[in-house]
């Protein structure tokens, strides 16, 4: 079955950077866009950007431009998602994210556990 | 970037009401528009995708409509299992993806 698993929590000071990764199973890695998602505590999902796990082609919203990087391996199926010059606003949850496929293409259809990043002094 | 509005952002409903969500984009997205569901703790689900297709093993009782900038969520008759946090998502738009800041669907 398809799983999406996520590297565990981690704590960093201001300023400093963080790389998560996301270990994928049970599809063809190169086959799905894998995208970074994160959420803050009660609050909504924010979307971060994708990477065409194929080519390694990226795409990133507009708020993380020059701050955030995404990489894969194809070797392992694992997805890296790099956060830099953090701050206590980035103190939230982060998920990697399969685009689907077929008709409901562009959509998220299996998500990571999540890893939490606090970013504390 | 394309905006996304939910509302209301909370919703006070019995098992059993028809509920109505509505999600407004700040640009005409097509019909590029999915529906999630979110429980407490939990990754979010899949509910509708391409503004009104039913993704495979949602119940029925959920359906989306709309298209251009309005788009809407019905639940025919809310289940107790209904109650959490529902999202738009516009996608597939100049290569960026948007979440509606989500509407609390609570007893």
């Not at chain 2, 509920?19 to 984009?25: D, H």
């Not at chain 2, 429980?39 to 979010?44: D, F, I, Q, Y």
């Not at chain 2, 709309?66 to 109650?83: K, M, R």
Request: aromatic share 12%; glycine share 10%.
């Amino acid at each position: 079955q398809v799983q999406l698993v996520q590297s565990g929590a981690e704590v960093k000071k201001p300023g400093a950077s963080v790389e998560v990764s996301c270990k994928t199973s049970g599809y063809t890695f190169t086959g799905y866009y894998i995208h970074w998602v994160r959420q803050a505590p009660g609050q909504g999902l924010e979307w971060m950007g994708r990477i065409n796990p194929s080519s390694g082609g990226t795409n990133f919203a507009q708020k993380f431009q020059g701050r955030v990087t995404m990489t894969r391996d194809t070797s392992i199926s694992t997805a890296y998602m790099e956060l830099r010059s953090l701050t206590s606003d980035d103190t939230v949850v982060y998920y990697c994210v399969r685009e689907s496929a077929g008709g409901s293409s562009g959509t998220f259809d299996y998500w990571g556990q999540g890893t939490l990043v606090t970013v504390s002094s | 970037d394309i905006q996304m509005t939910q509302s209301p952002s909370t919703l006070s409903a019995s098992v059993g009401d028809r509920v109505t969500i509505t999600c407004r984009a700040s640009q005409s997205i097509s019909s590029w528009l999915a529906w999630y569901q979110q429980k407490p703790g939990k990754a979010p689900k899949l509910l509708i995708y391409k503004a009104s297709g039913l993704e495979s093993g949602v119940p029925s009782r959920f359906s989306g409509s709309g298209s251009g900038t309005e788009f809407i969520l019905t639940i025919s008759s809310l289940q107790p299992d209904d109650f959490a946090t529902y999202y738009c998502q516009q996608y597939n738009t100049y290569a960026t993806w948007t979440f509606g800041q989500g509407t609390k669907v609570e007893i």
